[in-house]
């Protein structure tokens, strides 16, 4: 269609350009500023939604419990999400697939009754068990619902935002947290817990002994590092991608380059981001880096290029997948770069999404 024939010429070119523009350019900024929080100067807040606070260390089964009431504790976690991926990978990683179920959400925003996330149909062990119907049926938001129950008016729903991960006591119907890193932190003391309790005999029960992503007396390192590299690269890139002004994006854009840079040289003389084996700030960085190449330099503008054009990053992926080959399956690359294009409009208007391949042919591209 030639809108300027339809138009007629008028009004003219030089004033419906720059009305068009004025009036997509405060679309965006309104439905962006819907979507997270900005400051004054357009840089994007990372907001808490925390739910649980502080909790007690996971309760390791008994055989009895495992046989009558089935497992104590549920995950649910979305593909595209690196806060889940992270989660997911240390559920791989320490061989805790059997321990603590985990409830693959799916991404569909049309069909969800509020946030993002809904639930797949329920699973064998959920109708064995009776698990309650709102954990296995519909969307987040009712697991939410289900979880606050005792402090909701009758009729009322939760109304704070529904995310992943998010851990749940299904025997209790309870939240026990839904911070990634308090995730982690949980699982890592249930794997070491429950290999102490066995006399620390791994492959008997099907856990990973010469695995610790949390070493005693490197908790500070570990979590020094994790904020250094969440501020320069793992929020960097949402920052560019969410960024409503110039100003935010370049500061955003300037910390991702340093990061990337930073990283770099880090592991030019080391073989993982903190101490000498692998560590749950490798497995949050494993989430990032599936993402950088096809999701953020794209859709967020995250700069510096492609991941193979840092061959000590590329190095230790390619090392990283080698000595814990489940990783690979731990996230679906090209449904979780695809999310970020199908799911934020508002980046892109025509959703098309791009080629993007799967996590085995990227790792063999570096």
Sequence with gaps: MDIWN???????QQLLVPAVKFVTFQVWRL???????????????RESFQAGNNPSPLDLPSTDDAK??????KLYLGNPCPWCHRVKAVIALLDLEDDIPVTMLIDNAEKASKGGWILPDPSLEDTKFAVAEDLTTGDLAGVYNHC?????????????????????DVQSGTIVTNESNEIMVLLNDYARRKR??????????????????RPIGMEDE???????????LW?????????????AYDEAASDVLKGLDEMNAHLASNSYLVGDSITEVDLKNFAWVTRHDYAYTVIFKSP?????????????????VEEYPKLLETVDMADACGSYYRQLFMLNFGRIVPYIPSVREWVAEL
């Excluded at 510096?304 to 990283?320: C, D, E, F, W």
Aim: with cysteine; hydrophobic share 30%; glycine share 12%.
């Design 235 to 247: 929020n960097g890139a949402y920052r560019c991608g969410f960024s409503t002004s110039q100003t």
């Design 222 to 232: 570990v979590d020094d590092a994790t904020k250094r590299w969440f501020d320069l």
């Design 6 to 12: 339809l138009t007629s010429g008028f009004p003219p």
């Design 148 to 168: 606050y129950r005792e402090i909701l008016e009758e009729g009322e729903r939760y109304q704070g935002r529904c995310t992943a991960p998010l851990l749940v």
């Design 31 to 45: 439905m962006m500023n819907e979507l997270v929080t900005h400051d004054e100067q357009g840089r994007f807040i």
């Design 196 to 213: 102490g309790q066995s006399g620390d005999v791994g492959a008997a029960i099907g856990s990973s002994p010469e695995v610790d992503l």
């Design 68 to 73: 009558t009431a089935g497992p104590k504790y």
């Design 304 to 320: 510096g290029g492609r991941i193979a054009q840092y061959p000590n990053i590329a190095s230790y992926v390619k090392r990283l």
